[in-house]
């Protein structure tokens, strides 16, 4: 089953958020394997966003994820890494439609609340990053045959 890495970036728990947020994925019907509230080292931090380590915005990027803590998260159902992408909206909240979670809560995107694995390679990774296998649950919800075929 596929799954992704969502993480509610520092700025989404200092407003409150966490709980808001949490909650649209969890009744849109994904399945949590994975729940961590831990602040990121620099080194995570650096290693998570590698990809953009070239980019202007790298250090503050870097210095905003590690300022406070995150929720860290592993998501799991068929198509979450697309779905999960289109719930949270475009990189920038201003032009994030209406209903996504960066539309409806954000405005600036050095503030963009939540981060959601690109692709299934990336998530692969990125959980790899930030779980231990033993740190992921395998269960069966008992409401699957009321949310999926
Ligand atoms: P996303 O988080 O939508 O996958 P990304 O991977 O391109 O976006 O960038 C990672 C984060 O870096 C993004 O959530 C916010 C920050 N960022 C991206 N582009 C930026 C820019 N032009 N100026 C400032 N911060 C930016
Ligand atoms: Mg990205």
Redesign the pocket.
């Known amino acids: 089953m596929e799954r992704t890495f969502i993480a509610i970036k520092p700025d989404g728990v200092q407003r409150g958020l966490i709980g808001e947020i949490f909650c649209r994925f969890e009744t849109k019907g994904f399945t949590l394997v994975g729940l961590k509230f831990m602040q990121a080292s620099r080194e995570l931090a650096e290693e998570h966003?590698g990809v953009?380590r070239e980019?202007p915005?790298f250090g503050s990027?870097v210095e905003f994820i590690t300022s406070a803590p995150v929720v860290a998260m592993v998501w799991e159902g068929d198509g979450v890494v697309a779905a999960a992408r289109k719930m949270i909206g475009a990189?920038n909240p201003l032009v994030s439609e209406p209903g996504t979670i960066r539309g409806d809560l954000g405005v600036n995107?050095?503030r963009?609340l939540i981060?959601?694995s690109?692709a299934v390679e990336t998530a692969q990774s990125e959980i790899a990053l930030w779980f231990k296998e033993e740190e992921l649950v395998n269960w069966q919800p008992t409401l699957s045959s009321w949310i999926r075929e």
Do not use: V
């Open positions: 966003y953009h980019r915005f990027l990189t995107i050095g963009n981060h959601g690109d």
